[in-house]
C-alpha cells in the first residue's frame, strides 16, 4: 500500500462525497449543452434555392455531448464510485457510506468503528484501500 498525498486524499473524499447528486450534476450538464445559446448561422451561403439543405443541429448536439469534458468526467467519477462500492465488502461500504455518502454525517471513524465492530485503525486502513481502489480505476 503506497501512502496518499493529502491532496489526493482529500480530492478523492469528494468525489466519494458528490456521488449521490452525481447523476443530477450529469442531468443538468446535459440541459446546458442541449438548452445553450446558438448564434444564428446563416444557411444562404452561396444564394438560389437549395432542395436538399442539411440540418445538422442533431448531429452537432450528439457530437457535443459526447466530447464534452466535465460530463464525460462526472460519468467516470460515478461509474468509478459505483464499481468499488460494488467490489468492497460490506464493512467497507459501510464505512464509506457512513463517512462520506451519508448527506449529514454524524460519525467519526471511531464511531464508525464502533458501528462495524472493528478497531478505528482497521476502519483507517479500509478507507484508505478504498481510496486507493478508487484512485487506482480513476488513474490519479
Known amino acids: 500500500m503506497t501512502k496518499l498525498k493529502k491532496a489526493l486524499f482529500d480530492y478523492i473524499a469528494e468525489i466519494i462525497s458528490d456521488y449521490p447528486q452525481t447523476n443530477q450534476y450529469i442531468k443538468e450538464r446535459e440541459d446546458e449543452l442541449t438548452n445553450q445559446f446558438q448564434e444564428f448561422r446563416d444557411e444562404n451561403v452561396g ?23 466535465r460530463l464525460n468526467t462526472l460519468r467516470r467519477h460515478a461509474k468509478a464510485v459505483e464499481q468499488c462500492l460494488n467490489e468492497c465488502d460490506s464493512d467497507t461500504k459501510a464505512i464509506i457510506e457512513e463517512l462520506y455518502i451519508k448527506q449529514h454525517p454524524t460519525l467519526n471513524v471511531y464511531g464508525v468503528a464502533e458501528k462495524v465492530n472493528l478497531s478505528a485503525s482497521q476502519v483507517k486502513r479500509r478507507r484508505l484501500k478504498f481510496f486507493e481502489h478508487l484512485s487506482n480505476k480513476l488513474g490519479l
Open 47 to 69: 444564394g438560389g434555392r437549395a432542395q436538399y439543405k442539411n440540418n445538422t443541429g442533431v448531429q452537432d448536439m450528439a457530437i457535443t455531448l459526447a466530447i464534452d469534458k
